[in-house]
Structures are given as structure tokens and as C-alpha cells.
């Protein structure tokens, strides 16, 4: 209405600084325009959801009075006024720009706690806020995570070397541990069979396979032993000696399978003993 009222007043001449005021008022407009949008990149940027929410609240006011304005007086111009669609960029590039930063290596080389995970996860949390304008973006990212979960699956199952399926799985229980909460957004975005538990049962059947593993090298020792009488140690002995190991598979790695087996195999019977 002001805007209006100067228009006519500038038109009819009748108030010499009616320019000047609409002028002006238009310039504190768009000003206010500008704050709001720097307020949702900064919400986004530090995590902040309600800062975002507030944001996103005052932007939409702002264009539905830009629509009514347009209707009412659509001979006025407001130069520099921020569209929606720039302001929804601006805060999903602050959101990348972000991540980056907390992750200058990517999710592979991450090495995620409780501080790490927070912060990631009230980014996503704030991008999402913005969708559909951000689902591209965490789609990315959540397609990041699940790769590298299933790879660190996949390395735990190779047993390469102790060191290696430790590493996985320490990864794979800093996940369970530290990543449900970001896990919930993620799963809208393509994550989800990592969500409700998913990343438990990723997990556990990593140990499983690393159980099943060492159980086909013990094999693989026994028809060695029945053929040469000797045991020359190898993967199998490093692997269930492992004291990280044993600790996270919570088992006797070393007797159930290289002692015990060694002991059946390479013992003499009762009928050697007796001769």
C-alpha cells in the first residue's frame, strides 16, 4: 500500500519527495530481501534447522507481497531482488561448501565420532529443508555412504591381512555407532538400506563372512597338514592372532581355528599310539 500510495503521489505530483521515498523504500525491501536469504545460507552452513525454518518462513512472506505487489502495481520494479530459486542455491551450496570443509577427503578417508557426525548431520538435516532443491545434492551423498559401507563389507570379507579387516570393521562399528541419526535423513535420499537397523546387519554380516573366511583357511591348513604332516603358519595364524580381532569378533580365534583343527589333524591316532 505505501508503495502504492507513493506511485500515485510521484505520478500526480503530488508530494515532491514521493520519488525518494519509494526509492528508498524499495531499497530497504530488497536489503531486507538480501538478509533473509544470507540468514538461510548461515543456517544451513552451521547446521542450524530452526534458523533455516525462520528463513525459509520470511522468504516465502516476502514473495507472496512481491506477488501482490506485482498484481497491484505491475509497473513497479524491484531491481535486485533475490528470486527463490537463487536463495534455495545459495543455501545448497553452503551446504556442499560445508561438508567439503568437515570432509576435505571425502567419506572414504572420514574418520567419523560423535563431534564429526553431529555436524554432518545437522548440515544434511538443513539441507534438506530446502528440498526439492536439495535432494539432488543428498542423493550424492548418501550414494558416498552406502558405496563405501559395502566396500568396507566387501574388504573385512577378503581378509586380506589382519590389518585390513580390522580397519574395515572398526569403520563399519563407527557407522553403527555414531551415524543413525544422520542415517534417517539420508534414507529418504537413496540410503535406505543402511536405515532402521540396516547398518547393523551390514555389520554383523561383515563379521560373519570374516568368520566363514577364517573357516575356509582353516580347511584350506588341514588338507595341507594331511598331505605334508607340518603347519608353516601363514594368513591364518596372523588373523587369529590378531588381538583387535578377537576382540571385535568376541571369540578364541586361535583355538577354534588353527589349534583345535591342528590338533585333529596332526595328533596320532589311538592305533599309532597303541603301535
Not at 37 to 43: A, I, Q, R, S, Y
Not at 192 to 212: N, S
Not at 214 to 219: E, G
Not at 240 to 257: A, D, M, V, W, Y
Request: charged share 20%.
Amino acid at each position: 500500500s505505501l508503495l502504492h500510495l507513493g506511485t500515485v503521489f510521484e505520478e500526480k505530483n503530488l508530494l515532491p519527495e514521493a520519488a525518494r521515498m519509494k526509492a528508498s523504500l524499495c531499497a530497504e525491501l530488497i536489503a531486507q530481501r538480501g538478509s533473509a536469504v544470507d540468514k538461510l545460507t548461515e543456517g544451513v552452513s552451521c547446521g542450524n534447522v530452526p534458523l533455516v525454518e525462520n528463513a525459509l518462513r520470511v522468504l516465502q512472506d516476502m514473495t507472496i507481497f512481491r506477488s501482490e505487489l506485482s498484481t497491484s502495481s505491475p509497473q513497479m520494479t524491484l531491481n535486485g531482488w533475490s528470486k527463490d530459486l537463487v536463495a534455495m542455491q545459495r543455501g545448497v551450496e553452503a551446504g556442499k561448501h560445508m561438508i567439503d570443509v568437515n570432509l576435505p577427503q571425502g567419506v572414504a578417508e572420514a574418520r567419523w565420532d560423535m563431534g564429526l557426525a553431529n555436524r554432518i548431520g545437522n548440515i544434511v538435516k538443513a539441507v534438506e529443508c530446502l528440498d526439492p532443491h536439495g535432494h539432488e545434492f543428498l542423493a550424492g551423498f548418501a550414494k558416498c555412504v552406502l558405496e563405501h559401507v559395502l566396500r568396507l563389507k566387501s574388504t573385512a570379507a577378503e581378509c586380506s591381512s589382519p590389518a585390513a579387516v580390522v580397519n574395515a570393521l572398526m569403520r563399519l562399528r563407527d557407522y553403527q555407532e555414531f551415524m543413525p541419526p544422520m542415517l534417517v535423513v539420508l534414507s529418504n535420499h537413496g540410503c535406505q538400506p543402511l536405515h532402521d537397523g540396516g547398518i547393523g546387519c551390514i555389520t554383523e554380516e561383515a563379521k560373519q563372512a570374516v568368520r566363514e573366511q577364517l573357516a575356509h583357511l582353516s580347511r584350506d591348513m588341514v588338507k595341507e597338514c594331511q598331505h605334508a604332516k607340518t603347519f608353516t603358519g601363514g594368513l591364518l595364524e596372523q588373523l587369529c592372532k590378531s588381538t583387535e580381532l578377537n576382540t571385535i569378533l568376541g571369540g578364541e580365534l586361535e583355538r577354534t581355528f588353527l589349534m583345535d583343527p591342528l590338533v585333529a589333524t596332526l595328533a596320532p591316532t589311538q592305533d599309532d599310539i597303541n603301535k
